[in-house]
């Protein structure tokens, strides 16, 4: 192990929320499900748990891996912009989401809706209809 470059590095941005999630292959599944996620890179370890992985959402990335007793499962809140918010929002559904806010306009300027995973995270999903900060 000298210093090497780390899998896919090339492909994140600056900021890459991480999830420790019990069954996080199921996590991983929905977010393929849910949001057109694919797998950039994925270790398991030997009795099949995700040890690591990183999974691509539109231009970003995901960090995840297995909950255990160092790294504890905490749900979050992410924001996530879509081409269209009402498609991804019934798409999340599908893939076992629950509603939290049906799409609506808002008036800063995007039509969001919100959804929450079955391990507590809140997924905001919007769409711009117009320039936010002009």
Same mark, same amino acid.
Not at 12 to 36: E, G, V, W
Not at 80 to 104: F, M, N, T
């Given at each position: ?5 780390? &899998? ?23 977010? #393929? ?7 950039? &890179?994925?270790?398991?370890?030997a009795e099949g748990k995700v040890m690591h992985a990183k999974i691509g959402i539109g231009d970003s990335a995901l960090g995840v891996g ?7 499962? #905490?749900?979050?809140?992410?924001? &996530?912009? &879509? ?14 989401? #629950?509603?939290?806010?049906?799409? #609506? ?30």
């Open positions: 192990m000298g210093r090497e470059p780390i &899998v896919a590095q090339d492909r994140l941005n600056t900021i890459t929320i991480s999830f420790a999630l019990p069954d996080a292959a199921r996590f991983i599944d929905f977010a #393929k499900r849910a949001f057109n996620g694919r797998e950039i &890179v994925r270790y398991d370890s297995e909950a255990n007793d160092r790294w504890h499962s #905490k749900p979050t809140m992410i924001y &996530v912009y &879509v081409q269209d918010c009402d498609a991804v929002y019934r798409q999340a559904l599908r893939a076992g989401a #629950k509603s939290i806010l049906e799409p #609506k306009d808002q008036p800063y300027g995007d039509r969001q809706g919100g959804l929450e995973d079955e391990w507590g995270n809140q997924w905001f999903i919007a769409t711009p209809f117009r320039a936010n900060y002009t």
